[in-house]
Structures are given as structure tokens and as C-alpha cells.
């Protein structure tokens, strides 16, 4: 497995994270219906690496670049979409891995960024729920993308939901409370 984390620039604080995605633009694939469709010959495995024809894509810059122009559509397959092409790409899993997380106040003051496994940031509230699957932590990315929440994070999330004491156990952000557990 190549991990991708180590060249990743994670930022350190929630205002960094706010930042990165009020600058990050993507491009407007749900927009584009290419006619040329086909299959990538890649896939997105469990643990978040990218693979094409079996191969690892060694170079992180690579992933984020496709990582940009992946979409969800409404049958639940993922494609890589350019206004001259769509290819399916199998996901696993999830699309993302969320790798960090950076939290800001207390209660339903708080405010939680994560940084994907690809250096996307998002913050999650209402736009970007938090949610259990498979009893398995996950984060709404964007439309229908979602990203896993690794281990070490989700950790890092029962210790602010335990220190807060509600029930169920959960975090808030953005004003929106997430439980993280199955009631």
C-alpha cells in the first residue's frame, strides 16, 4: 500500500481547514454528460489506495487530480467524468479516507475540519454529515461522496463526544448535533 498521508499537507488548525475549502474550487462534473462512455480500469480500495489496472498510482498529485473529477451517480456507481468522457471507476468502499481532524469550541459552539486522504477539507454540519453505516463512522464529502473516518480520528471524536457527556454519545458542529452510535 502507498500512503499517500506523508505527502500530504495537513493543516494544523480549523482555521487553516476553513480556508483550504472556502478557496478549493472543483470542476463542474455533475454537469457534464459525456456520450463516450467506457470503464477507467481503476478502483478505489478499502484503505483509500488508487489503483489502476491492479498497479498502485504512485503519485499523490495524480489521485487528487482524479480525486477532482469523481462523481456519484444516481444508480450509486462512481465515474471519472471530463465534458469528453465518462469511465466507472469501482469503489470499495468509500471515495475518501478522512485522515485528520481539527476542533474549535465547545458543545453546540463546536466546529470540526477534517482533511481527506486526497488534502480535500471539509467541515462537517449540515452540508457534510457525520454518519454511521455498517456501524462504521463516515463523513458526507459532496454530492453522494462520502469519506470514511480512519480509526485514530473517529478515537479522537469519542474523546470530545465522551468529555461532553450527552446521550447518545456525539459530536456537534456547525450547529448540527452527530450521534456516534447506533441508538
Do not use: C
Not at 479516507?97 to 465547545?106: D, K, L, N, P
Amino acid at each position: 500500500m502507498i500512503d499517500t498521508r506523508a505527502t500530504l499537507d495537513i493543516p494544523a488548525t480549523l482555521a487553516e481547514i476553513a480556508q483550504a475549502a472556502a478557496e478549493r474550487t472543483l470542476p463542474p462534473v455533475e454537469s457534464w454528460h459525456p456520450e463516450r462512455t467506457g470503464d477507467s480500469e481503476m478502483r478505489i480500495a478499502r484503505e483509500g489506495t488508487w489503483f489502476h489496472q491492479d498497479a498502485p498510482i504512485p503519485r499523490p498529485e495524480m489521485v487528487r487530480l482524479f480525486s477532482t473529477i469523481l462523481r456519484r451517480e444516481p444508480d450509486g456507481a462512481h465515474v471519472l467524468v471530463t465534458p469528453a468522457e465518462k469511465l466507472t471507476i469501482l469503489v470499495e468502499d468509500a471515495a475518501f479516507i478522512a485522515v485528520a481532524v481539527a476542533s474549535e469550541g465547545e458543545g453546540e459552539a463546536r466546529r470540526l475540519g477534517f482533511t481527506l486522504n486526497t488534502g480535500d477539507p471539509v467541515i462537517a454540519g449540515p452540508g457534510h454529515a457525520i454518519f454511521l453505516r455498517d456501524e462504521a463512522p463516515y463523513l458526507h464529502v459532496r454530492a453522494g461522496l462520502e469519506a470514511r473516518i480512519a480509526r485514530p480520528v473517529y478515537y479522537e471524536l469519542a474523546d470530545i463526544a465522551i468529555a461532553e457527556g450527552r446521550d447518545p454519545a456525539g459530536v456537534w458542529s456547525e450547529g448540527a448535533y452527530f450521534p456516534l452510535i447506533d441508538a
